[in-house]
T-cell receptor
């Protein structure tokens, strides 16, 4: 069983607030990913990392930022939340050429 | 051309029959391919990985890969109502080592 954890599971927050979504994995995986998924829609890659101090933007433009200071930790930050940021955010990790394992996701609602 | 393409469905299959799900990809040099199952409101769950041309079987699931045709498929034998879900094809892209998902195929198993 994959050990990757996301907190919080659900978050309702007001417009303009700064938020950080946490993602941690205990498998020692080099690669980590953030995907965004609206209900019933496809997964969009918004950020990924090959390892410590490596971060790249994904295919979907996002106003969020990420950091990778430790192998096990890949937080995502929104400096000023807007209703358009309402979505589910899924974190995943993988070995370099292997399959990705997902956390349980954070469902974000910005009011 | 999208990087990973799937028919969005819905695909309706009678209980006990074989469900066949298909996927094509654009990056010819890709070497790693994955099938995930996603229930509504849940995170994607890995079902199969395949890396070599041919078939790979695991219980009721068989993944098939044809790199020359850039085609991956998933067969589900003896379909059960619990197999009703969205099935996501994912490809580890050779050019930049990121995992990209198709839009997913919604599968309905009819009792």
């Amino acid at each position: 069983e994959a050990d990757i954890y996301q907190t919080p599971r659900y978050l309702v927050i007001g417009t303009g607030k700064k938020i950080t979504l946490e993602c941690s994995q205990t498998m020692g995986h080099d690669k980590m990913y953030w995907y965004q998924q609206d209900p019933g829609m496809e997964l969009h890659l918004i950020h990924y990392s090959y390892g410590v101090n490596s971060t790249e933007k994904g295919d979907l433009s996002s106003e969020s930022t990420v950091s990778r200071i430790r192998t096990e930790h890949f937080p995502l930050t929104l400096e000023s939340a807007r209703p358009s940021h309402t979505s589910q955010y899924l974190c995943a990790s993988s070995e370099y050429y292997g399959e990705a394992f997902f956390g349980q996701g954070t469902r974000l609602t910005v009011v | 051309q999208k990087e990973v393409e799937q028919n969005s469905g819905p695909l309706s299959v009678p209980e006990g029959a074989i469900a066949s799900l298909n996927c094509t990809y654009s990056d010819r040099g890709s070497q790693s391919f994955f099938w995930y199952r996603q229930y509504s409101g849940k995170s994607p769950e890995l079902i199969m990985s395949i890396y070599s041309n041919g078939d790979k079987e695991d219980g009721r699931f068989t993944a098939q890969l044809n790199k020359a045709s850039q085609y991956v498929s998933l067969l589900i034998r003896d379909s059960q109502p619990s197999d009703s879900a969205t099935y996501l094809c994912a490809v580890l892209m050779n050019r930049d080592d990121k995992i990209i998902f198709g839009k997913g195929t919604r599968l309905h198993i009819l009792p």
